[in-house]
């Protein structure tokens, strides 16, 4: 089992900059992809980036690239996701993911365990 717990959201003004934070806690978080997706009211649970174990590779949706940063630090089983440049259109509760398979690790049906989201608005 691994427990997750998101933490850093909050209201920004367009163009500024958050930093999310996924504290893991359970078995060796350390061997798993870490991912975070986000969920807008009445849309589906969306890709935004993942990162593998040893952050070998890492994936973006095509509409952060550029602006967000997804990293980990295993010492301290976390993964963050660095923020910049926020859009309105990043309006969402922002969720943290993990699994041991990076078979599709853009889709939401991989992962096995997810944090209960922290909430992102972005406003014009």
């Known amino acids: 089992q691994v427990q997750l717990v998101e933490s850093g959201g909050g209201l920004v003004q367009a163009g500024g900059s958050l930093r999310l934070s996924c504290a893991a806690s359970g078995r060796t978080f350390s061997t798993y992809v870490g991912a975070w997706f986000r969920q807008a009211p009445g849309k589906e649970r969306q890709f935004v980036a993942a990162?593998?174990?040893?952050?070998?590779?890492?994936r973006y949706a095509d509409s952060v690239k550029g602006r967000f940063t997804i990293s980990r630090d295993n010492a301290k089983n976390t993964v963050y996701l660095q923020m910049n440049s926020l859009k309105p259109e990043d309006t969402a509760v922002y969720y943290c993911?993990?699994?041991?398979?990076?078979?599709?690790?853009?889709?939401?049906?991989?992962?096995?365990?997810w944090g209960q989201g922290t909430q992102v608005t972005v406003s014009s």
């Open positions: 990162i593998t174990r040893s952050a070998g590779t890492i």
């Open positions: 993911a993990a699994d041991d398979s990076i078979a599709r690790v853009t889709s939401p049906s991989n992962y096995d365990y």
